[in-house]
């Protein structure tokens, strides 16, 4: 079975930002939904964030750090906080194992028509092989922040992440 390449939408109006992901959202989008994160912290007249998962496959660990990363960005900044739809059985199990539920209202059934729909392609934002590996790793830092299962899932990863970029590297 062939899995759609992942793609990044956004949308903003009336206050509220919608980040749409599809297909196979993996690591190589990260720098893309980093560059998102930052630019909401910074958003003049943001009143809500919704990111709409229904017509994602699959979203890879490194991409949903930078969802939560999203999530950090706006907290405090919102009266509610930002709200993720999802209605595949996959992706939802993986944002409830990984504790998205404490900093995101999590919801199955869409709107009838919500501003998802109106969202238009992100241009990819391209990362060099150590930029990746940097965002892989704050990636994986952020999801070990948010619960104790993530920390042992993922403290491997970032140690070997972190034992490749430590200078005495042979």
Do not use: W, Y
């Amino acid at each position: 079975m062939l899995t759609e390449e992942g793609r990044i939408k956004a949308a903003f109006d009336s206050g509220v930002f919608v980040l749409k992901l599809c297909g196979d959202v993996r690591l190589t989008l990260c720098a893309t939904l980093d560059t998102q994160a930052q630019q909401l912290a910074q958003t003049p007249g943001l009143r809500a964030v919704m990111i709409d998962l229904r017509e994602a496959s699959n979203v890879d660990s490194t991409a949903l750090g930078f969802l939560a990363k999203v999530a950090m960005a706006v907290r405090g900044r919102l009266e509610q906080p930002p709200t993720i739809i999802a209605d595949n059985p996959d992706v939802r199990q993986m944002l409830d194992v990984m504790g998205f539920s404490r900093f995101f209202t999590l919801l199955s059934a869409p709107l009838s028509h919500s501003p998802a729909d109106d969202a238009e392609d992100l241009p990819e934002v391209q990362a060099d092989e150590g930029g990746l590996r940097e965002r892989i790793l704050e990636a994986h830092r952020i999801l070990m922040h948010m619960n104790e299962h993530n920390r042992e899932e993922f403290q491997p990863l970032v140690d070997m992440l972190e034992a490749q970029d430590s200078p005495s590297r042979h």
